[in-house]
Antibody, heavy 120, light 110 residues
Framework: QITLKESGPPLVKPTQTLALTCTFSGFSLTTSGVGVGWVRQPPGEALEWLALIHSDNDKRYSPSLKSRLTITKDASKNQVVLTMTNMDSVDTATYYC????????????WGQGALVTVSS | QSVLTQPPSVSAAPGQKVTISCSGSSSNIGIAYVSWYQQLPGAAPKLLIYDSDKRPSGIPDRFSGSKSGTSATLGITGLQTGDEANYYCGTWDTRLNAGVFGGGTKLTVL
């Protein structure tokens, strides 16, 4: 059974750096081709794909946010961390951690989401 | 502005059929499989269709997917009030080298 859970600060100030941790179970990030990523959703708005990291440490980022994002993994801890710099009010959103099976396009499993509010 | 284009809303009566379109380009839908996600109110999205037309285990066969050229379609038959949700299409974009989603479609079962 695959589960993912996001954790991080619910409130950050403008210009600060956000660090979100995804802790997962039911699979290993050492398995070839596995991917773990992040998707966000501002309140009342659409999903936005952010980043993905594969078991071989290959990383992909949204072109519009690439300069602000960093995704890393610690396979021994079953964790993936997303950092986003220079936070702004428009970054207020629910951030979801997602799992992608090897060799596929779809996002098979989603975490419950973590709401992050950017406000002074 | 989403890379994939969906109608903002669709509606139909219980028991009826509805289709939701998703339009893209040669760098995404035209070359990659499409997936569909259902997001019930207050919940995280859930995978509904993958590889354009396959259903994960546990998804009823009332839900179907298809793809033709640079467009994809989600079909739902035998509509139930429990199907009221936002539906998103997604795929990989080879030009952006990133995942992309549609803007979402709100389904109302009248």
């Amino acid at each position: 059974q695959i589960t993912l859970k996001e954790s991080g600060p619910p409130l950050v100030k403008p210009t600060q750096t956000l660090a979100l941790t995804c802790t997962f179970s039911g699979f290993s990030l050492t398995t070839s081709g596995v991917g773990v990523g992040w998707v966000r959703q501002p309140p009342g708005e659409a999903l936005e794909w952010l980043a993905l990291i594969h078991s071989d440490n290959d990383k992909r980022y949204s072109p519009s946010l690439k300069s602000r994002l960093t995704i890393t993994k610690d396979a021994s801890k079953n964790q993936v961390v997303l950092t986003m710099t220079n936070m702004d009010s428009v970054d207020t959103a629910t951030y979801y951690c997602v799992y992608r099976r090897p060799g596929t396009y779809q996002l098979d499993y989603w975490g419950q989401g973590a709401l992050v509010t950017v406000s002074s | 502005q989403s890379v994939l284009t969906q109608p903002p809303s669709v509606s139909a009566a219980p028991g009826q059929k509805v289709t939701i379109s998703c339009s893209g380009s040669s760098s995404n839908i035209g070359i990659a499989y499409v997936s569909w996600y259902q997001q019930l109110p207050g919940a995280a999205p859930k995978l509904l269709i993958y590889d354009s037309d396959k259903r994960p285990s546990g998804i009823p066969d009332r839900f179907s997917g298809s793809k033709s050229g640079t467009s994809a379609t989600l079909g739902i038959t035998g509509l139930q009030t429990g199907d009221e949700a936002n539906y998103y299409c997604g795929t990989w974009d080879t030009r952006l080298n990133a995942g992309v989603f549609g803007g979402g479609t709100k389904l109302t079962v009248l």
